[in-house]
């Protein structure tokens, strides 16, 4: 056990994201998202050091129309969070505007810090995308009620 300890502590050291190295401020802004239909996965880049961190996470990639071409990376136009389904969605800027990515999400209400409460109508508009190195989450403030509903997801903040 102590083994394993010692060797994780020498690898995020190693990474630059131990207690030596630089400490990701949490949460961070986020200045672009894009997506990639050939990765399944998600990209933010985050306003942070020298702007090289980023946070990835695995997304479904679908188009709704059939026989239509995939291409990575391109960036989001639009992101949206159903609190029915626990998932939000992104509209991709890609062939004819058809294409989405959607991962799973935990929908909140800020000050019950639980799913639980007030169900949030599907889909709504979501703002303010930030992630956190420190919890290695992403989320977004959702146009909601009163402005206290947020959706975050697991994500790897990592830098290039």
Known sequence: MRRIIVGTCAALV???IGWAGPAVAAPVPVTALSCDGDTYKCTANLRFGDNNWKAGWGATIQHQAPRAAR???VPVTALTCDGDTGKCTATLQFGDGNWRASW??????????????????????????????DTGRCSVNLQYGDGNWKANWAATIYHP
């Open 71 to 73: 291409r990575a990376p």
């Open 104 to 133: 799973p999400a935990t929908i909140y209400h800020q000050s019950l810090r639980s799913a639980q409460g007030a169900r949030l109508a599907a889909p709504v508009p979501a703002n303010s995308l930030t992630c956190d190195g």
């Open 14 to 16: 190693a990474l630059g």
